[in-house]
Nanobody, 115 residues
Framework: QVQLVESGGGLVQAGGSLRLSCVAS????????MGWYRQAPGKQRDLVAI???????NYADSVKGRFTISRANAQNTVYLQMNSLKPEDTAVYYC?????????WGQGTQVTVSS
């Protein structure tokens, strides 16, 4: 079992920045990737950014150049630096961990961008 704890969400004005953090704990035998997804009301949950064990990353087109995913020296912590935020970035942001055995989700953190 893997537990994910997210933090860093909140309310920010358009053009502002936030940094989300996600710490994984528990039975982390092999984390293949950690990423961030988001879900706005009435919409599906979509990938925002993901970082693979190899170090490679992938971003949604809508956030390229504005968001950066990175990890701490501890392999089980990942960050999402969000700059130049827009009202359309408003959503619940979820951390996801992909392992050899299962995928795990965090509880989500609300990000609200006011215009």
């Amino acid at each position: 079992q893997v537990q994910l704890v997210e933090s860093g969400g909140g309310l920010v004005q358009a053009g502002g920045s936030l940094r989300l953090s996600c710490v994984a704990s528990g039975s982390i035998f092999r984390l293949n990737a950690m990423g961030w997804y988001r879900q706005a009301p009435g919409k599906q949950r979509d990938l925002v950014a993901i970082r693979y064990r190899s170090g490679s990353t992938n971003y949604a087109d809508s956030v390229k150049g504005r968001f950066t995913i990175s990890r701490a020296n501890a392999q089980n912590t990942v960050y999402l630096q969000m700059n130049s935020l827009k009202p359309e970035d408003t959503a619940v942001y979820y951390c996801k961990a992909l392992t050899d055995l299962n995928d795990y989700w965090g509880q989500g953190t609300q990000v609200t961008v006011s215009s």
